[in-house]
């Protein structure tokens, strides 16, 4: 099993910048890959970044050029961060790993609210 918790959300301003954490515990050596979904009231769960095993990453169009995905293998902490955030990032963020190649796991989610 792979733990997850999420910390880092908060409210800012349109322009701004925040930067997630999410932190892996259990059996973190089984992890294939990591990412952030987001889910705004009303929609559908969507895919924002994810990073592979191998380094490899992948971002929604929407985020492209203004997010970026990293992870520090020391700690097992994945980040996100968050530049020139727009109000309709608004959502709630969830952290996600897959590991053994089809188990999931998610952390509690973050909100992450931007203001106009």
């Known amino acids: 099993q792979v733990h997850l918790v999420e910390s880092g959300g908060g409210l800012v301003q349109a322009g701004g910048s925040l930067r997630l954490s999410c932190a892996a515990s259990?059996?973190?050596?089984?992890?294939?890959?990591m990412g952030w979904y987001r889910q705004a009231p009303g929609n559908q769960r969507e895919l924002v970044a994810t990073?592979?095993?191998?380094?490899?990453?992948n971002y929604a169009d929407s985020v492209k050029g203004r997010f970026t995905i990293s992870r520090d293998n020391a700690k097992n902490t994945v980040y996100l961060q968050m530049n020139s955030l727009k109000p309709e990032d608004t959502a709630v963020y969830y952290c996600?790993?897959?590991?053994?190649?089809?188990?999931?796991?998610w952390g509690q989610g973050t909100q992450v609210t931007v203001s106009s």
């Open positions: 996600n790993s897959v590991w053994y190649g089809t188990h999931e796991s």
């Open positions: 259990g059996s973190i050596f089984s992890i294939n890959a």
């Open positions: 990073i592979t095993s191998g380094g490899s990453t």
